[in-house]
């Protein structure tokens, strides 16, 4: 009897080895309760933008804008009946004189800009960080455009208002269009060559390679001055190359250059190759710079001066 138990110990631990070692495996559970998880995809909108560092979270309803150049471009591209205060310096185009004087940049009227409360201010010169604090807390984000003082930072601020009114998907595109019929007198070359040429403004000082002056003459010459910095270049080095036409602040006449020792003995002032020029266009640059251009090709050619327009 015990031999016979023996056996059937045996043989049924012969049956659970067979059974391991051909694989049986347990079914897996089923968890019947459990969730599947899916991804929305969030459609992208236009704000926020970063203009120079300051994010812009919707379309402004409202602005203060505290330099007259951009106060002009804001009109030129559609956006002029949000403007509801300007600084005291801006007075073009006629419009804008129905916004409520704030100031200046330099020293703007705090309470009169919050008693507006709107929803953005934009200036081109850096204001008080005191008052932009107190802006701040008032809900007001304050925007800097600086002036320009080359080509590219002149289309950047048509980009800038483009995306401050129409965000990311348009605004670099409405931007580019509305600067699109400056770009293109500006690459006339051929309509008008000046060949070299000085910008003598205020003070009697030269304009440098640097300047926005600069940057806008040169597309029609060679200014003489470029390797100066700002309006610090030395006059005298004129008298060894001279410039074929002098470009004068409308500011000042010809007895200005004939009673400063060094422009005086310039053969262009001698011989009246003088063209004037109103500094507004370069002081507060927008579309009305394409009014520039076209007052210059008529000047030079009365001016009748050998140089062959290309």
Do not use: W
Not at 47 to 53: E, L
Not at 85 to 110: F, H, K, Q
Not at 202 to 230: I, M, R, Y
């Amino acid at each position: 009897m015990r031999k016979f138990k023996k056996l059937i110990t045996i043989f049924l631990s012969c049956i659970m080895l067979f059974t391991a070692l051909t694989g049986c495996e347990k079914e897996p559970e089923e968890h019947p309760d459990e969730t599947e998880t899916t991804v929305t995809e969030t459609e992208p909108t236009p704000y926020p933008v970063s203009i120079n560092h300051t994010e812009i979270k919707a379309k402004p309803e409202k602005v203060v804008c505290l330099s007259p150049a951009v106060a002009e471009i804001i009109f030129e591209m559609g956006f002029g009946e949000t403007i509801i205060g300007r600084s005291g310096y801006c007075d073009y185009p006629e419009e804008v004189l129905n916004a409520e004087d704030v100031g200046s940049a330099a020293n703007p009227d705090i309470n009169a800009i919050t008693d507006l409360m709107p929803d953005m201010v934009i200036t081109s010169t850096p204001i008080a960080s005191k008052d932009i604090f107190t802006m701040e807390k008032a809900g007001i984000t304050t925007v800097l455009i600086p002036a320009p003082t080359t080509l590219k930072g002149f289309s950047s601020i048509y980009i800038a208002i483009g995306l401050i009114y129409e965000g990311l998907f348009t605004g670099t595109e409405k931007g580019e269009e509305a600067y699109s019929g400056i770009s293109k007198l500006l690459g006339n070359a051929e309509a008008l060559n000046i060949g070299k040429f000085i910008y003598v403004t205020e003070n009697v000082a030269v304009a440098g390679g640097n300047t926005f002056e600069s940057a806008v003459l040169s597309c029609f010459g060679t200014n003489l001055a470029k390797e100066g910095s700002g309006y610090t270049y030395d006059k005298a080095l004129l008298l060894e190359d001279q410039p074929d036409v002098i470009l004068l602040n409308s500011k000042y006449t010809r007895d200005t250059l004939m009673n400063d020792e060094i422009l005086s003995q310039l053969d262009a002032a001698v011989n009246y190759r003088i063209i004037y020029i109103d500094n507004i266009f370069f002081e507060r640059p927008s579309s009305r710079i394409k009014e520039f251009i076209n007052t210059l090709l008529e000047d030079y050619k009365r001016l009748g001066a050998d140089i062959a327009l290309e």
